[in-house]
């Protein structure tokens, strides 16, 4: 067994099990299990935290995405066939969420130092059915959301923000562009619509799957409520073809109970991250940047690069020699992935062919040398101190 785990859930909860027992037992004994009372009060506290009007809990995050483009078909915004820029080294779901709403996902590289889409890329990336960016707030840190809020509103596309990674990460005034994002702003309240997933292993993860929609557009929140529940509004009555899509009352319940604790949490992560940046001195390992305002980064993960592939698992095995979890986040692009292969007549393919097909050669370099090491909020100061004096101590 790791003596320090990538992360330990068991330990991560433990601290709250009062709480979550207590929040258990009054679902239970309330006799109400989907779309209750817990489910209204938890969407109201994220709205409310997140600086948004609306939140619509739904079954995880997967489906948040997927049902916030659908609604945007759905209210004639988006059609079928149209074209969503997304990052190329993003994980799958991203990907998954927009060709399930029957849109196009088209691939844009990351920038090397934050891992997330690189607004200078993007005018590149746009063609004559581009109608939308889907934003993901990859590893916890924000995007560049002025520059990408700029070019948005330039070209007149709708903004979607994908948050699975960046619960309670934002954006200072100081940093936003006055002309579009010149007030504190969370992650998630940037575009027409967002979603979150509360995956256990999230920053803020409920005990199962979970997920939500946020936006301040009424119309979007009440078709993505329809849709999450058959396509209903009135019972018996449907409008849209919906799936069954909805964040049960446990869940709500027990992460009404876990928010209050968001930010301790992330402030813990945040001492975490600085401590690795500030004393691993391993030439071998290119650590992650912090940004200039602190608080944009939640450090859902911390990820490292080595020069390439031998040098990383090289990396990961020798941490695991010395008791040490780690986990590569993502191993395969979304373009390598099968799901995503062109078919044999070569008609269909992930990305348009004049435009950059089947060259992600960031990506792929990221897929080939990331490495995420422990930075949860439950790493004592001895365990994060026997982390780098390994990171530190390890040749090649």
């Not at 506290?45 to 739904?58: M, R």
């Not at 995007?143 to 948005?152: E, G, S």
């Not at 290119?286 to 990396?315: G, M, N, Q, S, Y």
Request: glycine share 8%; proline share 6%.
């Amino acid at each position: 067994m790791q003596k320090i785990p990538f992360l330990d859930l068991k330990q991560l909860n433990a601290p709250y099990m009062d709480a979550l027992k207590a929040a258990a037992a009054q679902v239970v004994e309330s006799g109400w299990y989907i779309r209750g009372s817990f489910c209204e009060k938890f969407e109201k506290a994220f709205a409310d935290y997140c600086g948004v009007k609306y939140a619509v809990g739904v079954g995880n995050g997967l489906d948040g995405l997927t049902l916030m483009l659908r609604a945007e078909i759905e209210l004639g915004r988006l059609n079928a066939g149209d074209e969503i820029l997304v990052p190329s080294n993003t994980y799958i779901a991203t990907l998954l969420a927009v060709s399930a709403a029957g849109l196009v996902p088209v691939l844009v590289e990351p920038c090397e130092k934050s891992f997330n889409m690189d607004p200078a890329r993007l005018d590149a990336s746009c063609g004559p059915r581009t109608r939308g960016i889907l934003v993901v707030h990859l590893y916890g840190r924000l995007a560049d959301m002025p520059a990408i809020c700029k070019f948005a509103k330039e070209r007149g596309l709708l903004l979607f923000e994908d948050c699975a990674q960046a619960h309670g990460a934002r954006l200072s005034a100081a940093a936003g562009d006055p002309q579009a994002c010149n007030r504190p702003r969370f992650a998630g309240s940037f575009g027409a619509a967002a979603a979150y997933s509360f995956y256990p292993t999230k920053n803020l993860g409920a005990l199962g799957d979970a997920g939500m929609v946020i936006t301040d557009d009424a119309e979007i929140a009440r078709v993505v409520r329809m849709l999450g529940n058959y396509g209903s509004e009135k019972k018996y009555v449907n409008k849209y073809r919906g799936v069954n899509s909805r964040l049960d009352e446990m869940q709500a319940a027990f992460l009404l109970a876990k928010l209050p604790h968001l930010d301790a949490w992330n402030a813990r992560r945040r001492e975490i991250a600085a401590r690795y940046v500030g004393e691993v001195k391993n030439p071998l390992l290119r650590l992650p940047e912090i940004p200039a305002d602190p608080r944009e980064h939640v450090w859902h993960v911390f990820t490292l690069r080595t020069p390439d592939r031998k040098t990383r698992d090289a990396l990961q095995k020798y941490l695991e020699s010395r008791g040490i979890g780690t986990l590569i986040f993502y191993p395969i692009p979304p373009h390598r992935q099968e799901a995503y292969a062109p078919s044999p007549d070569g008609r269909e393919s992930l990305l348009p062919a004049d435009r950059l097909a089947g060259k992600f050669p960031i990506a792929e370099s990221m897929a080939e040398t990331v490495l995420s090491i422990p930075v949860s909020q439950v790493l004592t100061d001895a365990q994060v101190t026997e982390i780098i004096g390994a990171l530190n101590e390890f040749v090649f």
